[in-house]
């Protein structure tokens, strides 16, 4: 209940932001209406599934989030992912599935490692946000243009047969969906119509032709699934068993990565757009509320909604009182308003979809990262993209963030450098006798696994003749086990050859895991200095005696 608290403390919840804060959620909850009907019936679920989802979560997210201007509700990002799961497991699969993972979207905020998902790469969220786009668009064709519906199967077969399907497109239905399409994208662009929502005049004109003419070739609402009930339904536990919870494992976890993922984002985008600050683990902590309340209420996975977020903002919400009343807006609606939803056309509703897959690609944006970005991480962009449309969400994911690892670890160790220095210009003038054989290395730049290979080649590069190896590690931030064992190595190899080897000005955190691995010991403590003059002193004894013993044999 953070955002609740904040925003009292705030003062927010004076008699004064109560009007600005209720217009902004009915205006959201007016938005929010065919998108939820719309993500439902894209998701394999039924168009008031969603309007239960958008009652249930944007309630839970508003109380127990940890943005006071977070909308929650069902979100295009979803599509793919939950599709998938309605055509293996079936929509009460993937309920289930939604239940798990609002638990562990809630383990996330408890331990507060949610976080780390902050540090997903944009190139990867650009990729798959743009993917995601692509298949929504493509997958709302038939709706679009009145096409048989296309059985499942890989993104590349259902193109190909749509793209044959085309010529036997359903005129009436084509020219009411791009009707439908014109008026979204022209009201907002209408003076005096700019804050009225697109969506909802296409609705509401688009539907008002449908009951007028009542074109028999035109799919609606009533028509494909039925009247849509009045009301919430009432509370249903679905039927949990440990084989289901088993094969549902993989989902949840993709519902709840994909969940958290867009949740922060669009709490960063209302950070930015009212200059507030949210609190992330908080903010899972809500997600994962409302993932396990909204299945049972008849409602699948939700998230945080950006757009309808942002919607929330520029209309002057403040509060999470904003995001409650977009809630029971839509409780208004469905009871007062259900059977009027009967002659939708799905056409108007793939057109809302048209635009919401356009905004997502977010196209401008792309083009010039691809324009703009170094070329590794347009490739990485384009491979998680091309696997996003042509693979899976998941996969695409996975492999983009590791290829954004390798490269940001290529980086790094490209960033570490081994420097040779003359041991006579660092100390005294007229020591260069006593300093003959020594050999004073400068490591520069995290020792880790990444780097050791190089800072080992460096370091087992010397001469014949060297007696004893200064490594000077002043400017090593921190060192991990295969840095540690790459050092363990280098000092093996060089005490092998008869070379002394003197480790001088490491930090304190590095020495703290140095001797903890036991190199300290091995190495000998008197061996181990904490300025680099100590160490040439002792290196200079040392060269001197070798040289002493050399010339006795």
Not at 21 to 40: C, E, Q, R, S, W
Not at 360 to 389: E, G, K, N, Q
């Amino acid at each position: 209940m953070i955002a609740l608290v904040e925003s009292y403390r705030a003062g927010l919840w004076a008699r004064q932001h109560w009007l600005p804060n209720i217009i902004a959620g009915v205006i959201v909850g007016v938005v929010a209406l065919p998108l939820a009907m719309a993500f439902a019936i894209a998701s394999g679920a039924k168009p008031e599934q969603g309007i239960y989802t958008s009652i249930v979560a944007g309630i839970a997210v508003s109380v127990f989030g940890g943005s006071r201007l977070q909308i929650a509700g069902p979100t295009g990002a979803f599509i793919v992912i939950l599709a998938d799961i309605v055509a293996r497991y079936g929509i009460d699969g993937l309920q289930i599935a939604t239940l798990m993972a609002g638990v562990i979207l809630l383990l996330l905020g408890v331990s507060r490692t949610g976080a780390i998902i902050k540090f997903i790469p944009a190139p990867v969220i650009v990729g798959f946000t743009a993917g995601i786009g692509i298949i929504i668009w493509v997958g709302q064709w038939s709706y679009f243009f009145g096409l048989p519906e296309v059985p499942g199967g890989h993104f590349h077969h259902k193109l190909w047969a749509q793209l044959q399907m085309l010529p036997r497109l359903d005129l009436p239905t084509t020219l009411l969906g791009l009707l439908s399409l014109a008026l979204i994208i022209g009201t907002p662009r209408v003076h005096a119509l700019r804050r009225v929502p697109g969506p909802l005049v296409a609705l509401v004109l688009v539907t008002l032709l449908q009951s007028i003419f009542g074109f028999s070739s035109v799919a609606t609402i009533g028509s494909t699934y039925g009247e849509i009930p009045r009301g919430l339904p009432p509370l249903q536990l679905p039927e949990v068993t440990l084989s289901r919870l088993v094969e549902l494992i993989g989902p949840a976890f993709a519902i709840a990565m994909l969940g958290a993922i867009e949740s922060l984002l669009s709490a960063v985008v209302a950070d930015r757009m009212a200059d507030t600050r949210h609190n992330s683990s908080q903010e899972l902590i809500g997600q994962g509320i409302a993932n396990i309340a909204a299945p049972l209420f008849g409602g699948f996975a939700a998230t945080g909604a950006i757009a309808r977020t942002a919607t929330n903002v520029r209309n002057g919400g403040t509060s999470p009182l904003a995001g409650i009343v977009h809630a029971l807006t839509l409780v208004l609606i469905i009871v007062a308003l259900a059977p009027l939803a009967s002659n939708i056309p799905l056409t108007t509703l793939a057109a809302v979809l048209f635009v919401v897959a356009w905004n997502m690609s977010d196209v401008p944006h792309l083009l010039r990262m691809v324009r703009r970005a170094p070329p590794a991480d347009i490739f990485i962009l384009v491979v998680t993209l091309l696997l996003t449309v042509f693979a899976d969400l998941v996969v695409a994911v996975n492999i983009g963030v590791v290829l954004a690892m390798l490269h940001f670890l290529k980086r790094m160790t490209d960033s570490v450098r081994v420097h040779r220095e003359a041991p006579a210009a660092l100390e005294q003038p007229g020591t260069a006798e006593a300093l003959q054989g020594v050999y004073v290395y400068r490591v520069e730049g995290p020792f880790f696994f990444g780097a050791a290979d190089s800072i080992e080649q460096s370091l087992h590069a010397t001469d014949a003749d060297v007696r004893v190896l200064v490594i000077r590690l002043a400017q090593v931030p921190f060192i991990d086990a295969t840095g540690l064992q790459a050092l363990g190595d280098t000092i093996a190899w060089a005490q092998r050859r008869g070379i002394a080897v003197l480790l001088a000005e490491p930090q304190r955190n590095v020495l703290r895991k140095m001797l903890r691995m036991g190199l300290i010991e091995r190495l000998g403590r008197s061996n181990v200095h904490g300025s680099l003059a100590a160490a040439l002193r002792h290196a200079g004894r040392l060269a001197t005696m070798a040289t002493s013993d050399k010339r006795a044999s």
